[in-house]
């Protein structure tokens, strides 16, 4: 199963959204949220919610891919989020994750015995390329037991 069918699978919202994931990597994941009108705002365009959704998608889709070998030991969670909305979305829009630093880092700090921070950048943009929202996801592994 690929992380993107893992996480339609087991995110409610994922599902509900009818979310796309396009690539996920250890270096980067990309997901598409398709332009639905049950899911526009009142400009007609894709609604803040779901976009941030499906930025916070993006970046646990790129979670899964760079920490998937250690979930056994530890558990990924979302910490803090933020977004900004740059320009209006219209259509269909594309979220791209990468991460705030390397993997072995964060690695390293959970053999330290740390629970570790990390942060994720993510872009949205619109069909045309335009930026459309910046994200910034801050997740730990949190060590089990």
Same mark, same amino acid.
């Given at each position: ?7 339609? &699978?087991?995110?409610?919202?994922? /599902? ?19 332009? +639905? ?12 919610g &779901? ?5 916070? !998608?993006? !970046?646990? &889709?790129?979670?899964?891919? &760079?920490f998937?070998? +250690?979930? !056994? /030991? ?7 989020? $933020? ?17 705030? /630093?390397?993997?072995a880092?964060?690695?390293a700090?959970?053999?330290?015995? +740390?629970?570790p921070e ?7 943009? /619109? ?6 929202? $910046? ?11």
């Amino acid at each position: 199963m690929s992380i993107g069918e893992m996480l339609a &699978a087991t995110v409610p919202m994922a /599902r509900t959204l009818n979310l796309e994931f396009r690539q996920t990597t250890p270096e980067r994941a990309v997901v598409a949220l398709p332009d +639905q009108a049950d899911y526009h705002n009142h400009v007609g365009g894709p609604h803040a919610g &779901a976009m941030f959704t499906l930025g916070e !998608s993006a !970046s646990g &889709a790129i979670v899964l891919a &760079a920490f998937g070998d +250690q979930l !056994s /030991r530890a558990v990924p969670l979302a910490v803090r989020a $933020e977004i900004a909305y740059r320009k209006l979305a219209m259509g269909a829009v594309t979220a791209t994750a990468t991460l705030g /630093r390397p993997a072995a880092d964060v690695v390293a700090e959970l053999d330290a015995g +740390q629970r570790p921070e990390f942060s994720v950048s993510v872009e949205i943009r /619109r069909a045309d390329g335009e930026v459309t929202g $910046e994200m910034a996801v801050v997740w730990t592994l949190r060590p089990n037991g």
